[in-house]
């Protein structure tokens, strides 16, 4: 780490009352604890999705049903899931950092402060 960069996480780390050691080993052991809860968050939300495609798909299919709000109901749920494809797609590198280089991780985390 350059100069600033240690600064910033003394700086943390005194606002928190805590050491910088302490600060820094705190936040490498929290991330594969961030890097699960996104997994766990990203498969809960596909099951989601799921859960609603199928059951848009089962209530569309009745004659009841119009086929304008069967496509606005398609719409909105691609829509849905466009944003939520996005959000993955933004959080992969995090993700995986968190997995496979803590360090850097925890780093970024300190730098957002």
Known sequence: ???ATIKMVEELAAKLGTTTEMLWGALVKQAPIAGWSS???FIISGIVFAVT???ISKRTETDECCDN???FLWLFWSMFFLF???IIAS???GIVASFIN???W???KILRF
């Open 102 to 104: 803590p360090e850097y």
């Open 106 to 108: 925890a780093l970024q």
């Open 69 to 71: 709000l069967r496509w």
């Open 91 to 93: 959080s992969i590198s």
């Open 53 to 55: 495609a199928k059951l």
């Open 39 to 41: 997994i766990l968050g």
């Open 1 to 3: 780490m350059n100069e």
């Open 84 to 86: 939520f494809i996005v």
